[in-house]
Structure formats: structure tokens, C-alpha cells
């Protein structure tokens, strides 16, 4: 068995699953009962000054028959009393102490309110702090959550702030809604983070009942903006934090959030350079239980990787992850049907000749039955056939030996410079 531990910026968990800051992590009980459950840390559910919540607050996004593919919720930091949660993290340490604990803040962006509350987390045990720039809703519009997170000069002062009190290691947790999250990332940085943790939920509003033409979620007819998440995000999340990760400026190490529901999805986080991973719909959605299949699954992968410890998995796949301009020009695939699995149902056909560059032709063959093939010499590899076709495995993307060395763009471009120069001092010489 694989050594699951994971050591982030200081804080030592038993394994790389962390419930993220949110329902799941709002008392004492919970988080007690997660740690029984198997997860190995957790984000306390944001504290600050207490606030009041909507009824109600939740919505989600069924697609095509999955239910939860997207969440979306107005829920805003925790609603209990300083003290109260104060007394179940220190209870919750006692009883778990090789278990991480990490208590989200989330205060006016003044730094004797960062002290004062940093201080008074601290004095009950935690293992470390996560500061909440992220929320979208209710509290941006009171200066805090995304709204100072938004502002690298915010972000910056604001963990400078909690460092200057903090004894334990400082993960500022980012929001996705930047259009450049590399830039508040080295503003945490530039203001002292041990850690960076991403994403926290992503502006939206799940839809409108087409009946009453209320906002769901609705509060008595009103609705806001809320904060989305779940599998839907987790394309954004994964970018985000391989963005962050192969940035030599940030350089911090990463928790990854966004989406996570199963061993895979953490895999992939930590491939792209996340240390551990935060899991919070998918808690929401299935139970506590989840974290059994992950710790099994993992360990498995790793097993079958022949990897020692799942540390040996971060960062892997950072460098194969790059600007558009290092991408090979001359690197082709085509796609190719497999007659035998193909079940005939035109998918692929379709959507070439609809949507792409109309290369598959439908011929018959000597028996008189008709089949689908790729005209391989006018397929550009856009893999959209494959993506649209049912069966599994009818139809591959495969390699096509290419004539030409390998060329990106920027190589390309470097080229044509140099000889436009060339040329320059050519004319000079002869004038
Ligand atoms: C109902 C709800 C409440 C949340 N409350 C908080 C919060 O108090 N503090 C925080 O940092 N993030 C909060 N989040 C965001 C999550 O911690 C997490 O960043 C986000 O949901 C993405 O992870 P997921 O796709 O696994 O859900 C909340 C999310 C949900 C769904």
C-alpha cells in the first residue's frame, strides 16, 4: 500500500482528502463524523462576524438525466457564534489530532480585525487557516469574499495582515472570477502565503422557472447572483491550478478544489500540480462514505503506478501543460472507424458533414451493406467525431507519420523574424 500522507506547506494529513470550507464543515459533529468517515482534513466552514442566511439557498443543475451536474448556492459564511464554533474546533483537535484542521476567516479587510480573529483561532489548536477571498455573493457586497479578492492589492494586504499574527501556515483560498487568477495568486504570495487554495464558486444564477418566471433558487419571489460549483466546474478549477502550478512566480504549494467527486478527479488535480485536494458537492450529493472509494481507489492507481507515495504524483503533468504557441503544428491525427463496433446510428456522419469538415463518407460495401468511413487525407483530427459517438472504443484518434520536423508556432514565428532581419541587414549592407 501507497503512503497516502501529504504534507502542505506544513499542515500533515493522513491522506489528500480534505472536506472544503462549506456545509459539510459547519460544526463540531460533522467534522467529527468525517474524520470517522476516513477524510483526512477539513476546512471549517468560514468564521467571521456572524451573519444570517436565506431560506432558501441551494439549487442545482440536472443534465440529461444526472442529477447535481452543476450546484449553485447563496449560502454565506458560517452563522454561529464565534465562541461556539471556537469550542467544537478545539473539542474536534482533542479528539483528532493527527487529523488537519483548518479554519477559514473571513473578516473586513482592516488589519486589527485580521489580527484579532487569527489570534483567537489559533489559541484553540488548529492545524492551519485558510483566508476566504472568494465568496461571490453576500458578502462582496459588504467589501469582503470576491469583492477584496478581486483586487491584487486587497489580496496582498490582507494575508500580509493574517501572516503578521499567524503562527500556523496561511492558505489564501482564490476566487475564479478574475479573468488572470495567476494575478492574485502572486499577490498572495507577495503578501507572505505558505499556500494557495482554488477555486471557490463561480458567479451564476441556475435558472428561471419558466412557469412562475421566478429565479431558482428564489426568497420569496427575489433572487441574487450565487456561487456555482460541482463536476461542471471542474474543467475551470483543473486550469486554474495548473496555471497557478507551472507559474514560477506563484510557487507556493496548491490546494485543488472544483468539481472533485472521485479518486480520478484527484488524481488529475494532483497531476497538475495540486498537493491535496477539498471536496465539498459531491460530500453534499452522496455522504461522507465517497472518501472510502477515493482512499481505495487511489491507493490502487498508485499500486498499479508503482508509486511509493502520493506525493510522487504532484505536479507530473505540469510540463506536458503549455501556451497554445509551443503546440506542435505539424503533429497529426486522424480519425479512424472500426467497422465491426460501429453500430451505423450516423452520429459521426453527421456531425462532420453538419459541423466539421465533412470526411466521412457512407459507403456499401461488396455485400451490399453500408458502412461509415474517414477520408483520412481531409481529416484535421478535431476529434469531434469520436466525442459524439456512442460506443466506446468505434472510433479512434490515431497518429499519422508526419514528413515535417516538429514546429510550434512561436519556432515559426522566431523563424520568419529572423529572416525579415536577415533581409534588414542586407538592404543596410548594400546601402
Ligand atoms: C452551500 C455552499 C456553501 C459554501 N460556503 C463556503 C464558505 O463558507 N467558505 C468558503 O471558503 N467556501 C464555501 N463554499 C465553496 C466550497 O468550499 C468550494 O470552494 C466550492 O464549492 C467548489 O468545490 P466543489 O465543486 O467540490 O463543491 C461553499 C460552497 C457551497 C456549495
Same mark, same amino acid.
Given at each position: 500500500?501507497?503512503?497516502?500522507?501529504?504534507?502542505?506547506?506544513?499542515?500533515?494529513?493522513?491522506?489528500?482528502?480534505?472536506?472544503?470550507?462549506?456545509?459539510?464543515?459547519?460544526? +463540531?459533529?460533522?467534522? /467529527?463524523?468525517?474524520?470517522?468517515?476516513?477524510?483526512?482534513?477539513?476546512?471549517?466552514?468560514?468564521? +467571521?462576524? #456572524?451573519?444570517?442566511?436565506?431560506?432558501?439557498?441551494?439549487?442545482?443543475?440536472?443534465?440529461?438525466? /444526472?442529477?447535481?451536474? %452543476?450546484?449553485?448556492?447563496?449560502?454565506?459564511? !458560517?452563522?454561529?457564534?464565534?465562541?461556539?464554533?471556537?469550542?467544537?474546533?478545539?473539542? $474536534?483537535?482533542?479528539?483528532?489530532?493527527?487529523?488537519?484542521?483548518?479554519?477559514?476567516?473571513?473578516?473586513?479587510?482592516?488589519?486589527?480585525?485580521?489580527?484579532?480573529?487569527?489570534?483567537?483561532?489559533?489559541?484553540?489548536?488548529?492545524?492551519?487557516?485558510?483566508?476566504?477571498?472568494?465568496?461571490?455573493? +453576500?458578502?462582496?457586497?459588504?467589501?469582503?469574499?470576491?469583492?477584496?479578492?478581486?483586487?491584487?492589492?486587497?489580496?496582498?494586504? /490582507?494575508?500580509?495582515?493574517?501572516?503578521?499574527?499567524?503562527? $500556523?501556515?496561511?492558505?489564501?483560498?482564490?476566487?475564479?472570477?478574475?479573468?488572470?487568477?495567476? &494575478?492574485?495568486?502572486?499577490?498572495?504570495?507577495?503578501?507572505?502565503?505558505?499556500?494557495?487554495?482554488?477555486?471557490?464558486?463561480?458567479?451564476?444564477?441556475? +435558472?428561471?422557472?419558466?412557469?412562475?418566471?421566478?429565479?431558482? #433558487?428564489?426568497?420569496?419571489?427575489?433572487?441574487?447572483?450565487?456561487?456555482?460549483?460541482?463536476?461542471?466546474?471542474?474543467?475551470?478549477?483543473?486550469?486554474?491550478?495548473?496555471? @497557478?502550478?507551472?507559474?514560477?512566480?506563484?510557487?507556493?504549494?496548491?490546494?485543488?478544489?472544483?468539481?472533485?467527486?472521485?479518486?480520478?478527479?484527484?488524481?488529475?488535480?494532483?497531476?497538475? %500540480?495540486?498537493?491535496?485536494? /477539498?471536496?465539498?458537492?459531491?460530500?453534499?450529493?452522496?455522504?461522507?462514505?465517497?472518501?472510502?472509494?477515493?482512499?481505495?481507489? =487511489?491507493?490502487?492507481?498508485?499500486?498499479?503506478?508503482?508509486?511509493?507515495?502520493?506525493?510522487?504524483?504532484?505536479?507530473? &503533468?505540469?510540463?506536458?501543460? &503549455?501556451?497554445?504557441?509551443? =503546440?506542435?503544428?505539424?503533429?497529426?491525427?486522424?480519425?479512424?472507424?472500426?467497422?465491426? !463496433?460501429?453500430?451505423? @446510428?450516423?452520429?459521426?456522419?453527421?456531425?462532420?458533414?453538419? !459541423?466539421?469538415?465533412?470526411?466521412?463518407?457512407?459507403? !456499401?460495401?461488396?455485400?451490399?451493406? &453500408?458502412?461509415?468511413?474517414?477520408?483520412?487525407?481531409?481529416?484535421?483530427?478535431?476529434? =469531434?467525431?469520436?466525442?459524439? @459517438?456512442?460506443?466506446?472504443?468505434?472510433?479512434?484518434?490515431?497518429?499519422?507519420?508526419? $514528413?515535417?520536423?516538429?514546429?510550434?508556432?512561436?519556432?515559426?514565428?522566431?523563424?520568419?523574424?529572423?529572416?525579415?532581419?536577415?533581409?534588414?541587414?542586407?538592404?543596410?549592407?548594400?546601402?
Amino acid at each position: 500500500m501507497a503512503d497516502l500522507r501529504i504534507n502542505l506547506a506544513g499542515i500533515v494529513s493522513p491522506n489528500p482528502f480534505w472536506l472544503a470550507s462549506a456545509p459539510p464543515t459547519n460544526t +463540531g459533529y460533522q467534522v /467529527q463524523r468525517a474524520f470517522e468517515a476516513g477524510w483526512g482534513g477539513a476546512v471549517w466552514k468560514t468564521l +467571521g462576524d #456572524p451573519i444570517i442566511n436565506t431560506s432558501s439557498r441551494f439549487a442545482a443543475v440536472h443534465f440529461n438525466g /444526472q442529477r447535481v451536474a %452543476g450546484f449553485n448556492n447563496i449560502e454565506l459564511i !458560517t452563522d454561529r457564534p464565534l465562541e461556539v464554533n471556537l469550542k467544537e474546533i478545539y473539542e $474536534t483537535k482533542r479528539r483528532f489530532p493527527n487529523h488537519a484542521i483548518i479554519v477559514s476567516l473571513m473578516v473586513e479587510p482592516k488589519q486589527e480585525k485580521w489580527h484579532e480573529i487569527v489570534k483567537k483561532v489559533e489559541a484553540v489548536g488548529v492545524d492551519g487557516l485558510e483566508l476566504n477571498f472568494g465568496c461571490p455573493h +453576500g458578502m462582496a457586497e459588504r467589501g469582503m469574499g470576491a469583492a477584496s479578492g478581486q483586487q491584487p492589492d486587497l489580496v496582498e494586504a /490582507q494575508t500580509m495582515w493574517a501572516k503578521e499574527a499567524a503562527t $500556523t501556515p496561511v492558505i489564501v483560498k482564490l476566487t475564479p472570477n478574475i479573468t488572470d487568477i495567476t &494575478s492574485t495568486a502572486k499577490a498572495a504570495v507577495r503578501g507572505g502565503a505558505d499556500a494557495i487554495s482554488l477555486i471557490n464558486t463561480i458567479n451564476s444564477l441556475a +435558472g428561471v422557472d419558466i412557469d412562475t418566471w421566478h429565479t431558482i #433558487p428564489h426568497v420569496g419571489g427575489k433572487g441574487s447572483h450565487g456561487g456555482y460549483c460541482g463536476p461542471a466546474v471542474k474543467p475551470i478549477a483543473l486550469h486554474m491550478v495548473a496555471d @497557478c502550478a507551472r507559474n514560477p512566480d506563484v510557487g507556493v504549494p496548491i490546494s485543488g478544489i472544483g468539481g472533485i467527486s472521485n479518486w480520478r478527479d484527484a488524481v488529475e488535480f494532483m497531476l497538475m %500540480g495540486a498537493t491535496g485536494v /477539498q471536496v465539498c458537492t459531491a460530500a453534499m450529493h452522496h455522504g461522507f462514505r465517497i472518501v472510502e472509494d477515493m482512499i481505495d481507489g =487511489l491507493n490502487n492507481y498508485l499500486d498499479e503506478k508503482g508509486l511509493a507515495s502520493v506525493s510522487e504524483l504532484v505536479g507530473k &503533468s505540469v510540463p506536458r501543460y &503549455s501556451d497554445w504557441g509551443n =503546440l506542435d503544428l505539424n503533429y497529426a491525427v486522424v480519425a479512424q472507424i472500426d467497422k465491426e !463496433t460501429c453500430i451505423n @446510428c450516423n452520429k459521426c456522419h453527421i456531425a462532420c458533414e453538419d !459541423t466539421s469538415h465533412q470526411c466521412i463518407d457512407r459507403l !456499401t460495401d461488396e455485400n451490399g451493406a &453500408s458502412y461509415l468511413k474517414v477520408r483520412e487525407e481531409d481529416c484535421v483530427g478535431c476529434n =469531434l467525431c469520436a466525442i459524439v @459517438c456512442p460506443v466506446e472504443g468505434a472510433i479512434s484518434m490515431v497518429e499519422v507519420a508526419g $514528413t515535417d520536423a516538429p514546429l510550434t508556432w512561436n519556432e515559426r514565428q522566431a523563424a520568419i523574424a529572423k529572416l525579415a532581419d536577415g533581409k534588414d541587414s542586407n538592404k543596410k549592407e548594400a546601402v
